[in-house]
């Protein structure tokens, strides 16, 4: 039963990667694997009952992040459909590619820490969107915002989803995760943004996408201003109602995207229907890109059907026999989440190691911390941050291969680099 799964997961991630080449869109390859994997599961089990509930375990958390995505999707299209981007963009005169390139770069790892890499990537993606006429430059700014926005959301415990597991479970605290991997998290963010510098010379065409620029009434620059704040705050809250009520995140996003739709409402109940239409809610939830939540789907149930079969606690105990040393073993997991989701690589390891066995805070769970958050940028359906960036744009699995890989894995590296000489000193 194992091997026929690992094969169709296989098959469905080859289908993902060559969509181009196929020409079949990647949530549809993504749907067909999630869905053959938990059939053969089914198949193979004596327990059907057993099944449908692991099944509706995994759904559960899917469904947090899921909705997380919508709220914040729609919440950003509402922000475009204002011209609240416009408070950024107006404010940005470089047109210097070096330049922009630090600019886009250190605000997608402030933020990052702030919001949490997807909701990162989903601003800077659509704010270069409307800054960038050129395509092929485009996207080479959209690779450096998933690697800044993930190394900024693994040295805070609420910038990424399994720092945030870390510190719930009680492996790491606020202060030591912040101490010990902000220098590390800088270093994998700076080094393919120094390499990209050398690299980009001369200047850019500014101006945006077409469909950036597609006609639209003009919202009221007081208007603007509102729904701009307005945005900014629910993203920027989503953190601290979570922990205020100890809810899921989603619960945040949803409630924030309840407050903004009355926002909307109550700004342009005295315009008319045509007038309104462009700027409500409802038109933003038609414009975002749900074939890429369903991608984002499908990936994830193909994940959990390898976790609920054993097949990652498996990988993870064949790592502690054969090699032992934790710091190679937590490397190698690093990269194993450019492959499949981090969370469950990280969920595995939790559930392999006890806090007997490494203490709170200590250098497993910081390192663990650090390679799961940022050894997603290796590929780009590797993070949250890559597939939302991958759905709004358009990016294609192999030019983020051949482009953003490697400087990747050069971030990657340092930023190990980094930890361990802290550890010596």
């Given amino acids: 039963m194992v091997t026929v799964i690992l094969i169709v997961f296989v098959l469905g991630y080859a289908a993902i990667a060559l969509e181009h080449v196929i020409r079949l869109n990647k949530a549809a390859s993504a749907l067909i694997t999630g869905v053959l994997c938990w059939t053969i599961y089914m198949l193979y089990s004596n327990d059907s009952h057993l ?90 700014f959209c690779g450096v915002v998933v690697i800044a926005a993930n190394a900024g959301g693994a040295w805070s415990p609420i910038g990424d989803v399994t720092t945030t597991m870390l510190w719930i479970g009680g492996q790491i605290t606020t202060s030591q995760i912040v101490g010990k991997l902000f220098l590390p998290s800088v270093a994998c963010a700076v080094a393919p943004m120094l390499l990209m510098s050398f690299r980009m010379r001369g200047q850019l065409e500014v101006g945006g996408t077409e469909e950036a620029k597609t006609i639209k009434p003009e919202a009221p620059v007081r208007d603007r201003n509102v729904i701009f704040i307005s945005g900014v705050l629910i993203l920027l809250l989503v953190p601290v109602f979570k922990t205020l009520t100890h809810l899921p995140p989603f619960m945040g996003m949803l409630m924030g995207l309840g407050i903004m739709w009355i926002i909307t409402e109550a700004l342009h109940h005295k315009k008319d229907t045509q007038d309104k239409h462009v700027l409500s809610v409802l038109y933003a939830l038609r414009k975002i890109d749900t074939p890429s939540i369903l991608f984002f789907l499908g990936i994830l149930i193909s994940v959990a059907s390898l976790q609920s079969i054993g097949a990652l606690m498996n990988v993870a105990q064949t790592l502690d026999q054969k090699i032992g040393n934790p710091t190679i073993i937590v490397s190698i997991i690093g990269i194993l989440s450019s492959i499949v989701d981090n969370v469950p690589l990280v969920a595995a390891s939790m559930g392999m190691y006890s806090l007997e066995q490494y203490p709170t805070d200590h250098f497993f769970w910081h390192f663990l911390a650090y390679c799961a958050g940022t050894g997603g940028s290796l590929l780009i359906i590797g993070s949250a941050a890559g597939v939302a960036a991958m759905g709004i744009e358009k990016i294609e699995f192999f030019w983020y291969l051949k482009k953003i890989a490697w400087l990747a894995l050069v971030g990657y590296l340092a930023g190990i680099g980094v930890f361990l000489l802290q550890q010596l000193f």
């Fill in 51 to 140: 099944v449908n509930e692991q099944l509706t375990g995994h759904l559960g958390e899917i469904a947090g992040i899921l909705f997380f995505l919508l709220g914040a999707m729609t919440i950003v299209e509402l922000i475009d459909a204002h011209d609240g981007f416009e408070v950024i963009t107006s404010r940005i005169k470089t047109t210097k590619k070096a330049k922009l390139l630090w600019i886009i770069g250190g605000l997608s790892f402030f933020l990052s820490a702030i919001l949490d890499n997807l909701t990162t990537a989903i601003v800077m993606v659509s704010l270069i969107r409307k800054l960038i006429r050129n395509k092929q430059a485009r996207l080479l």
